[in-house]
């Protein structure tokens, strides 16, 4: 087993043991869902909602070396907690919340990532909505990854839309949605062909 599914196993039963609710996402849900690619980290989201963040920040820390100074301030006010596990990878916890966090933390499903090794990983849809509302270079690479491996007629739009469409308000970034209607047209006409 490699290193990367050792620790997400091990995060995974940490969760487990407090009976916390969360999923893994980013590159390990990607080399599920998507192409398979390089990742050098283990991503997850942990359910804490708004203003109860300190005791699963303070029981991580007990367990877990931080990547940055004064740890709790800055999970508090990024929602994101930066730890390394002991063999140093890093470990990326989004400190859930919102009502699409709490959705998919819900629908994650429990895959077998490698033989023997079951994984709670978010869906293909809400990996979607993740990566194109984070719209970075490589997410833009993971998403057409994920719309061809898994086929454009596969997915749930609606589900991805209801979802996506209010985050992109917020962020008010109307070019998202733009862009993940653009790469859907891209590979949709790639799969008549």
């Not at 940055?68 to 990024?78: H, I, T």
């Not at 989004?94 to 990532?113: C, D, Q, T, W």
């Not at 194109?132 to 596969?154: E, S, W, Y």
Request: charge should be negative.
């Amino acid at each position: 087993m490699n290193e990367l599914t050792s620790l997400a196993l091990e995060l995974q039963s940490f969760c487990e043991q407090r009976n916390w609710r969360f999923c893994l996402i980013g590159g390990l849900a990607v080399q599920h869902w998507g192409e398979p690619r390089f990742t050098k980290d283990v991503d997850m989201t942990l359910l804490t909602g708004f203003g109860n963040e300190e005791p699963f920040i303070a029981e991580w820390l007990a367990s877990y070396e931080s990547r940055v100074p004064d740890p709790a301030s800055f999970a508090l006010c990024n929602r994101v907690l930066l730890l390394r596990s002991s063999a140093g990878i890093g470990i990326d916890i989004a400190l859930g919340a919102l009502p699409f966090e709490e959705s998919a933390v819900a629908h994650a499903k429990r895959i077998e990532l490698e033989p023997g090794a079951y994984l709670r990983i978010c869906t293909a849809e809400d990996l979607i909505v993740m990566k194109a509302f984070a719209d970075r270079p490589q997410d833009r690479i993971d998403l057409r990854g994920i719309l061809v491996r898994q086929g454009t007629g596969n997915l749930d739009w609606k589900h991805i839309w209801e979802h996506l469409t209010p985050l992109a308000e917020v962020k008010e970034s109307p070019e998202i949605l733009s862009h993940l209607k653009g790469l859907l047209t891209a590979v949709r006409e790639s799969e008549c062909s």
